[in-house]
């Protein structure tokens, strides 16, 4: 059982810059590709980004590539997604994930979710 806890959340303006990290505990995830999903109101989840086991790779989806970049601390135990020049599209629920694969986006543990409001 992994256990996934998001924090770094919040309101910004357009523009501005947020680093999200999740922090995982119960079992080390150093062996594990990661990512992020996020769900807006009337959307699907849908992911955001992946990165492999020891974070030599990484996949965006085009709505954020260029603008945000997933990095992984496995001494830490710990994800993070740097969010820059972020636009009000970028509302939505952020989850951490522990993924199946690197190349899939069968998700085996989720995160609770943080929120994040891009305003205007």
């Known amino acids: 059982q992994v256990q996934l806890v998001e924090s770094g959340g919040g309101l910004v303006q357009a523009g501005d810059s947020l680093r999200l990290s999740c922090a995982a505990s119960g079992r080390p995830v150093s062996s594990y590709a990661m990512g992020w999903f996020r769900q807006a109101p009337g959307k699907e989840r849908d992911i955001v980004g992946s990165i492999n086991w020891s974070g030599s790779a990484t996949y965006y989806a085009a709505s954020v590539a260029g603008r945000f970049t997933i990095s992984r601390d496995n001494v830490k135990n710990t994800l993070y997604l740097q969010m820059n020049n972020l636009k009000p599209e970028d509302t939505a629920v952020y989850y951490c994930?522990?993924?199946?694969?690197?190349?899939?986006?069968?998700?085996?543990?989720w995160g609770q979710g943080t929120q994040v409001t891009v305003s205007s």
């Open positions: 994930v522990v993924l199946r694969a690197y190349s899939s986006t069968v998700v085996d543990y």
